[in-house]
């Protein structure tokens, strides 16, 4: 009996050591966290980079008319196209063209379609506060458009329908103007609109109408109603 207690002490002797020395085993190291690389943050590209370093034109053709105009206006549309879009400008006058091409220090390429599209509203008929728009706001836009293309109308009754457009003294077209916020230039039988799309829209149903031969009374009753469901969703 002595002996067989004896040999269970030894060996649970000999089995603590080992006990504790799996309970002492150290934890393995900590793994590092894991570095992701960073976005990259590039600067935006100058319009002269973004066509390798060409230069980018654009042409814009003079009527006859809006000769006179254009010489009296010259710095009025020199300024803001030169100093604040940083697109040079000039006058060809054998070409009878008005000329733009970006510069190396040129900001951002749209800048020069932005100018064309200033320079082209000019020459519609558009006055220079209203062009300049175009210049300092995104998502405007100029529709044209030709009464025959709404209703085939011929001698007097193109005269009437030209007169209905515009009202007494103006009035119908100014009322139009200013419940849509855009601008209209009728000019002959051609009509051109500068708006925002949704302003347009509304704009060119309005004359649409009265193109047709409705009275201008109901043009604006409709033009009221929908002018306030504008301003509510403004």
């Not at 050591?17 to 150290?26: C, G, I, L, Q, S």
């Not at 209703?151 to 100014?174: D, V, W």
């Not at 109603?225 to 969703?233: F, I, K, Q």
Request: charged share 25%; glycine share 4%.
């Amino acid at each position: 009996m002595e002996n067989s207690s004896d040999n269970v002490a030894a060996a649970a002797a000999i089995s603590t050591p080992a006990a504790m020395d799996v309970e002492a085993t150290p934890a393995p190291p900590r793994q590092p966290p894991v570095q992701f690389a960073q976005k990259p943050n590039f600067r935006p590209l100058k319009a002269h980079e973004i066509s390798d370093g060409q230069i980018q034109f654009r042409k814009v053709s003079v009527p006859p008319h809006r000769y006179t105009p254009l010489k009296k206006s010259w710095l009025e549309i020199y300024t803001p196209i030169y100093e604040e879009m940083k697109i040079d400008i000039r006058m060809n006058l054998k070409a009878r063209r008005v000329e733009l091409k970006t510069r190396a220090d040129t900001p951002d390429v749209s800048n020069l379609q932005k100018c064309a599209d200033f320079v082209h509203a000019f020459m519609l008929g558009f006055d220079i506060i209203d062009a300049v728009a175009l210049l300092r706001m995104d998502e405007l836009y100029v529709e044209s458009f030709e009464i025959k293309d709404v209703k085939t109308l011929r001698g007097e009754h193109l005269s009437r329908a030209i007169g209905r457009l515009s009202g007494k003294g103006g009035k119908t077209k100014f009322a139009i103007e200013n419940a849509t916020r855009t601008r209209i230039v009728i000019a002959d039988t051609k009509i051109h609109i500068l708006g925002s799309f949704a302003n347009i829209k509304v704009a060119r149903d309005s004359l649409c109408s009265l193109i047709l031969g409705s009275p201008a009374a109901k043009v604006y009753s409709k033009l009221r109603a929908v002018s306030a469901r504008l301003a509510e969703r403004f």
